[in-house]
């Protein structure tokens, strides 16, 4: 096949030219999606991954690789067409790299098909190479703020002088929505003031949206913002200007005292420049016609599809292959050296880089003993967040302002916070007031191999719920802790108090969401947090306190990691009715089963902490648990009841909310909203007809 005499000179032009018409097939082929942004954007790519991205294709799981965020997920082609050209290897199922192409020529032309590894999105659990996935603008950003803070965290932690074995960098593609998004401003806030120098946001100024040109609904400064947000801001007005792209990744890699920003003025393709200024057909295939015209403004051939003429694929191999080659080769050298002078952290490393945890990593928990008066959650929580984190020094985390509250503060000699000024040593994050930012950048800490949390009251998980169903999807295992999780939170009133927060997140496929009813089940639940490797948890802890239960005479707490578990059968066995809570309702309970032996009611307890662990159990289990012939049940949870029924059966019960809470001292809001040892026996009373 022919290209024209320019294309042949210019190996660069054709390289960047194979990348848009890659884009341009597989999105006609798949008849869905849109080339113009990575036919904007292919120099810019190119010139990043070609030049400068620390990156060994052989080896897409090198720790220190840097990374490439394309948080414009809509691009995907481009990163999909970029994983193609480069050659980046296919991690096996057994997270081993393999020799297949991460993105083979066919894995292209089945672009947004079914079990191909080019979704329409960038998934990075189904696609190697794929760092992270994107798609709802703002995340990407988000979660690169999270690996930059990894890499900081990770060299003021591991490297040793003359080592630097941790110092990788993290680029990020956006666009006018990453822009606009209330996350992207928040991760750049953060980044601003945390002044990561190692992180560098490329923003495609396309003056497009969707919807038509970018003027209709932005035009802020975005230079002048960012200066504002404390970081480097540098343009080139040219996205299709090598030269100039070259200069603006020399001046981020110049750059030690701030994150740096790349505005790259672009034109999104809208095919052959006889379309240049349309913007209707943004958002749709190019079609038949239109993609002739522009392979022919190209100097390709204009019937050639999925063509990568000669001398491309080599190009990629003198270029990042061989550039990435090196950098890894020197840096495993060093590595080779490290590992025998400083075998303990090597080991550390190991150990992380496998998601597994150190030895010893349980042999501070704590076994609360029984107290009446008992401790809230999240006073138990913090102590085994606390026994945890001693015991795994990559278990890092913050919350967003609300540490003190959260007890989430890691206390123990040497904890630190990390903050610029000490070297971003300390495992302490602060976040501030930026939850969705926080949840976002938590997932760029998991991604990074690092076990992170975040932290907020459990109403503001609203505020970063797009991360937590992000995390869910991608299968990393972010913890998100959150307290003050009913209207027991008393005199903050419904503004704080959760309601539906429960429901939402059970119905959340992959998302562990656990309400333990004790110190001892908080326990419980922070191990099985904490060994997840593919599934984020939300745990959920109470303000107010609750009895810890004496384990001799109820069941031990372990039964958390069935989900649920009886607590303690009804006296003599038999039991005429079932009684089902979640966190601090499980007192409530156990207060109403007494009650009802006094009144020759006979009430089996059962605590069910999480029911998406429950769910996994098989048959028997649940029917041991919730035995179908014992249909008379109660439910009793602080919080919307949908859901439950599936639990109470027919013939049961379902206590809950159905309004907003009230602001006003937890004894009279449990009283409003009937939350009282009296209502629930009266509950059972009605349930069995008596
Ligand atoms: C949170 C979120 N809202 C909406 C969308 C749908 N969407 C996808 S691309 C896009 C246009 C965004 O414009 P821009 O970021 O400038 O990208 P460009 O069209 O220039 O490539 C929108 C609204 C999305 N992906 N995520
Ligand atoms: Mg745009």
Redo the contacts with the bound molecule.
């Keep these: 096949m022919k290209l024209s005499q320019d294309l042949q000179k210019d190996i660069d032009l054709l390289s960047i030219d194979t990348i848009r018409t890659l884009a341009i097939d597989g999105v006609q082929k798949a008849n869905s999606g849109h080339p ?2 990575p036919m904007g954007l292919a120099p810019v790519v190119y010139a990043l991954w070609q030049n400068y991205l620390r990156y060994d294709p052989v080896d897409p799981l090198w720790f220190n690789r840097d990374r490439f965020v394309l948080s ?1 997920g ?2 995907s082609m481009l990163l999909y067409a970029t994983l193609h050209l480069t050659g980046v290897r296919r991690v096996g199922t057994d997270g081993k790299v393999t020799d297949k192409p991460a993105v083979s020529i066919d894995d292209i032309k089945a672009f947004r098909q079914l079990d191909s590894v080019t979704p329409g999105h960038p998934e990075s659990h189904m696609t190697s190479g794929v760092e992270t996935t994107t ?4 995340q990407g950003v988000g979660n690169s703020v999270g690996m930059a803070i990894a890499s900081k965290w990770l060299g003021a932690n591991y490297n040793r002088p003359g080592y630097e074995i941790f110092d990788f960098n993290v680029f990020a593609m956006c ?4 822009m606009m ?1 209330g996350v992207g401003c928040e991760a750049a806030s953060l980044a601003g003031h945390l002044k990561l120098s190692n992180l560098c946001w490329i923003y ?1 100024h ?1 003056s ?3 919807d038509g040109p ?1 003027k209709w609904s932005y035009d802020e400064d975005v230079m002048t913002k960012f200066v504002g947000l404390g970081w480097n801001v540098t343009r080139v007005s040219d996205a299709n200007d090598l030269k100039m792209l070259n200069r603006a990744y020399e001046t981020f890699l110049k750059t030690n005292d701030r994150p740096t920003m790349i505005v790259v003025d672009s034109h ?1 393709g809208y095919g052959s420049p006889n379309k240049q200024d349309s913007s209707d057909s ?1 958002g749709e295939p190019l079609g038949p016609e239109e993609v002739k015209l522009t392979k022919k403004f190209y100097g390709w051939p204009e019937d050639a599809q999925f063509l990568v003429p000669d001398g491309v694929y080599d190009q990629f191999k003198n270029g990042i292959g061989k550039r990435g080659g090196e950098n890894r080769a020197q840096w495993s050298k060093k590595y080779a050296e490290y590992k025998a002078k400083f075998p303990e952290l090597a080991q550390q490393i190991q150990t992380m880089e496998k998601w597994e945890l150190p030895q010893g990593w349980d042999k501070d928990l704590p076994n609360f003993p029984a107290d009446a008066k008992g401790m809230a959650t999240r006073d138990s929580s913090g102590k085994v967040l606390n026994a945890l984190a001693k015991n795994i020094p990559w278990l890092i985390g913050g919350s967003a302002d609300l540490a003190h509250s959260n007890k989430t503060n890691l206390t123990f000699d040497g904890a630190g916070d990390f903050f610029p000024e000490d070297a971003y040593k300390g495992r302490n994050l602060h976040f501030g007031v930026r939850e969705h930012a926080m949840g976002s950048a938590v997932n760029g800490l998991s991604v990074s191999r690092l076990r992170a949390f975040s932290a907020t009251f459990f109403n503001f998980s609203d505020y970063m719920k797009p991360a937590m169903r992000l995390a869910a999807l991608m299968e990393t295992p972010s913890m998100f802790i959150f307290t003050h999780d009913s209207i027991g939170l008393g005199e903050d009133g419904p503004t704080h108090q959760p309601i539906e927060q429960l429901a939402g997140l059970r119905a959340m496929p992959n998302m562990i969401v656990l309400r333990p009813g004790d110190a001892n089940e908080v326990v419980e639940a922070y191990k099985i947090m904490i060994q997840q490797r593919h599934s984020p948890s939300t745990l959920v802890l109470t303000r107010q306190p609750l009895p810890t239960y004496d384990r001799t005479k109820f069941a031990p707490a372990s039964g958390v990691a069935k989900g649920a578990y009886v607590l303690i059968e009804a006296e003599g066995g038999k039991p005429d009715v079932i009684l089902i809570g979640t966190g601090s309702e499980v007192s409530l309970c156990v207060q109403a089963r007494e009650k009802l032996a006094g009144d020759g009611i006979k009430a089996r307890v059962v605590s069910m902490p999480s029911w998406d662990l429950y769910e996994k159990q098989d048959a028997a289990y649940k029917e041991s648990v919730l035995p179908a012939a014992i249909t008379a049940r109660v439910s009793v949870e602080m919080a919307a009841t949908m859901g439950w029924d599936r639990y109470v059966g027919p013939k049961g019960q379902m206590m809950g909310m159905h309004t907003f809470g009230a602001s006003a001292p937890i004894k009279d809001v449990m009283k409003k909203f009937g939350f009282t040892v009296e209502n629930v026996v009266a509950t059972v009373k009605q349930v069995l007809g008596k």
């Design positions: 113009g942004a414009n809509h691009a798609g709802p603008l703002g666009g006018d929505g990453d998004e495609d396309n497009v949206t969707l970018a999104i943004h």
